[in-house]
């Protein structure tokens, strides 16, 4: 019922930025926590970051916490990551993921995901 398409990916150096895109399309993708996990090979899912339906709640994972900013436009149906000073541990595959929550945090209680989008950081 809620499609997500992301999209932004790509390779990037060490310290710099990238900015990666998820677009949303169904009846109630509006009304969702929108979150972004990433996946690198042979590690589990991990949570990155996620921003209420009404964009007025963030909640950042340690890990990027004062690097990367989500911001969502829901007249656009979009959230986006703002990834700054890159550092090779953040290469993985990024998801963009949409729940009927507030701002979960535990990918078990999301309902909808995308395919993902590679982000690569080289040192």
């Known amino acids: 019922q809620v499609q997500l398409v992301e999209s932004g990916g790509g390779l990037v150096q060490a310290g710099g930025s990238l900015r990666i895109s998820c677009t949303a399309s169904?009846?109630?993708?509006?009304?969702?926590?929108m979150g972004w996990f990433r996946q690198a090979p042979g590690k589990e899912r991990e949570f990155v970051v996620v921003?209420?339906?009404?964009?007025?709640?963030?909640y950042y994972a340690d890990s990027v916490k004062g690097r990367f900013t989500i911001s969502r436009d829901n007249a656009k149906n979009t959230v986006y990551l703002q990834m700054n000073s890159l550092k090779p541990e953040d290469t993985a595959v990024y998801y963009c993921?949409?729940?009927?929550?507030?701002?979960?945090?535990?990918?078990?209680?999301?309902?909808?995901w995308g395919q993902g989008t590679q982000v690569t950081v080289s040192s």
């Open positions: 993921a949409a729940a009927f929550d507030w701002i979960p945090t535990m990918a078990s209680r999301y309902n909808y």
């Open positions: 921003i209420s339906w009404n964009g007025g709640s963030t």
């Open positions: 169904g009846r109630t993708s509006s009304s969702a926590a």
